[in-house]
Nanobody, 130 residues
Framework: QVQLVESGGGLVQAGGSLRLSCAASGRTFSSYVMAWFRQAAGKEREFVATISWRGGTTYYADSVKGRFTISRDNAKNTVYLQMNSLKPEDTAVYYC???????????????????????WGQGTQVTVSS
């Protein structure tokens, strides 16, 4: 398992941008699929984006496709979420997560859920004002 710490959240106006970072500990970071989830107040946690352990494959929730970009730097043990054209409905606590197993491969039709991931950060708040 890896330990994860998110940063970069804050308050932004609609249409603005933020970049979230997730720093991971451990020498095995590069072997884990990584993901971002979010949880709005009173709602269930939902999948946002995921990136393969080599970084070559990404998947996004339909609600963020074309606006958010997930990336990773395995040399820095860090995964990022670039969020552009933010909307008030993007307001949530954003969580970074690492897969339960190393070297996993997912197909594009897979429905990503919290159960796929075994390590979580503490979350960072993103608030988008209208």
């Amino acid at each position: 398992q890896v330990q994860l710490v998110e940063s970069g959240g804050g308050l932004v106006q609609a249409g603005g941008s933020l970049r979230l970072s997730c720093a991971a500990s451990g020498r095995t970071f590069s072997s884990y699929v990584m993901a971002w989830f979010r949880q709005a107040a009173g709602k269930e946690r939902e999948f946002v984006a995921t990136i393969s352990w080599r970084g070559g494959t990404t998947y996004y929730a339909d609600s963020v496709k074309g606006r958010f970009t997930i990336s990773r730097d395995n040399a820095k043990n860090t995964v990022y979420l670039q969020m552009n054209s933010l909307k008030p409905e993007d307001t949530a606590v954003y969580y970074c997560a690492a897969d339960k197993s190393r070297f996993k491969t997912y197909v594009s039709s897979w429905s990503f859920g919290s159960a796929d991931f075994g390590s979580w950060g503490q979350g960072t708040q993103v608030t988008v004002s209208s």
